[in-house]
């Protein structure tokens, strides 16, 4: 059974850091490319984060330069460093192995206080 799960939300204050988790079982998490997303009630989900299989890494506007996409192949795990937090970052977030089936967890809470 595949399964992805996030970890390392919580509350911040605006301009603090957090690193986010997406520990995958089930698959070799090296075969996909990984994206989190983002989703907050009422709003689309936002694409935030890329990496490839090949470790190639794309971001969306809004976080460039102050999140970064990684990924421990040997843990089966992708993170998500957030530094500068600001408010409209509070959001779930989550992770999603790109492929056939594509695959995603159920996500973590991030919370920024102003």
């Known amino acids: 059974q595949v399964q992805l799960a996030e970890s390392g939300g919580g509350l911040v204050q605006a301009g603090g850091s957090l690193r986010l988790s997406c520990a995958a079982s089930?698959?070799?998490?090296?075969?996909?490319?990984v994206v989190w997303y983002r989703q907050v009630p009422g709003k689309q989900r936002e694409l935030v984060a890329t990496?490839?299989?090949?470790?190639?890494?794309n971001y969306a506007d809004s976080v460039r330069g102050r999140f970064t996409i990684s990924r421990d192949n040997g843990k089966n795990t992708v993170y998500l460093e957030m530094n500068s937090l600001k408010f409209e970052d509070t959001a779930l977030y989550y992770c999603?192995?790109?492929?056939?089936?594509?695959?995603r967890g159920q996500g973590t809470q991030v919370t920024v206080s102003a």
């Open positions: 089930g698959i070799i998490f090296r075969f996909y490319t």
């Open positions: 990496i490839t299989r090949a470790g190639t890494t």
């Open positions: 999603s192995a790109q492929g056939s089936p594509t695959y």
